[in-house]
């Protein structure tokens, strides 16, 4: 748990909640370790972070380390992650209670890259705030950064588990289920649109500038989104995923991404 306090408008700041999900194979316990050394750096409030994982081996001692909750919904808690074609685990993080976190909180994906303060994104009044998703023109919310209140939005868990087949008819994954669902209350709100960007959208280079410069940091970027392929560890290697995709080793990842 993070131990510097700092002191605004004469009175100590609330200790605010950090938190990360990691199951399966898909990342290893150093992207968690990482995210926790990016959070520790770009962010000075006091804080806890705590990371949610079905495997708790190699994630650093300084970290809180719990189970993934459990729901009380038999597709989440006996066969996870329960899925429509896509992992829905981000929702586990609605259960009430959640532990014995409360207050507000920031929630990260692991193959992120903080390159900016994280002390704004506890400053915006809203509900729910979220990343607008650059390739929608609805009210979808892209959920690798999002704010909440602990327990605020039980009733998207409710809702889910009363017919699961109808409350999921019209999305495709738990990123529109959960935007589209507080939307609906008038609960959703977006950060500023230059504060979370896509590497692949923001940070690359056109073509055919790609295949000569190296990409970069887009102007007033906090948080650089990586959605499908590369990974951080993909560009900073200049390996792109993909084949009509030209990325160059993108070193200023070293510096951030650590």
Request: contains cysteine; aromatic residues 14%; hydrophobic residues 35%.
């Amino acid at each position: 748990m993070n131990q510097v306090t700092e002191s605004g408008n004469s009175s100590e700041q609330n200790t605010v909640n950090v938190i990360c999900i990691k199951w399966g194979k898909k990342y290893g316990s150093d992207y968690v370790n990482t995210l926790h050394s990016m959070v520790s750096r770009h962010l000075s409030r006091p804080f806890r972070f705590v990371c949610f994982t079905d495997d708790f081996e190699g994630i650093n001692d300084d970290i809180e380390v719990k189970a993934i909750p459990k729901i009380g919904f038999k597709d989440f808690d006996e066969q996870l992650p329960w899925t429509k074609g896509h992992g829905w685990l981000k929702l586990t993080c609605f259960a009430n209670p959640l532990y014995d976190l409360e207050g507000p909180t920031l929630f990260l994906d692991l193959d992120i890259i903080i390159v900016g303060s994280l002390d704004e994104f506890f400053e915006p009044e809203g509900d729910f705030m979220v990343i607008k998703e650059w390739d929608k023109s609805d009210a979808t919310g892209n959920t690798s950064v999002f704010r909440f209140n602990i327990g605020a939005h039980e009733d998207a868990l409710e809702h889910l588990k009363k017919d699961p087949d109808a409350a999921t008819a019209d999305v495709r994954n738990e990123q529109e289920y959960i935007t589209h669902f507080v939307d609906r209350q008038n609960k959703l709100k977006y950060w500023p649109e230059k504060w979370c960007r896509s590497f692949k959208r923001h940070c690359l280079r056109p073509f055919p500038l790609s295949f000569f410069q190296e990409p970069r940091i887009p102007e007033e970027a906090k948080v650089i989104i990586f959605h499908g392929k590369p990974h951080p560890d993909d560009a900073l290697e200049g390996r792109s995923g993909k084949w009509y995709r030209k990325v160059l080793p993108t070193k200023w990842i070293a510096e951030y991404w650590r």
